[in-house]
């Protein structure tokens, strides 16, 4: 029951927008995911830096 009235306010809103809002949210959500990547490349890299030389990381 929630479930519908849950989507139904979504496709309102949807429609009302002419789809800017699901856009923008859509659009930030890719953002996140690149933004997480990035971040998870530079701690592999850091990770990687720490295990040659574990001394001169701290």
């Known amino acids: 029951m ?3 009235v849950f989507s139904f306010v979504i ?3 949807y429609v009302l927008s002419g789809g ?3 856009s923008l949210l ?3 959500l890719i953002v996140l ?3 997480n990547n990035l971040l998870d490349l530079e701690l592999a890299k ?3 830096q720490k295990n040659e030389n ?3 990381a701290e």
């Open 2 to 4: 929630t479930m519908d």
């Open 11 to 13: 496709v309102g809103v």
């Open 20 to 22: 800017l809002v699901l």
């Open 26 to 28: 859509v659009l930030g």
């Open 33 to 35: 995911l690149k933004v």
């Open 46 to 48: 850091r990770v990687e």
């Open 54 to 56: 574990p001394q001169s």
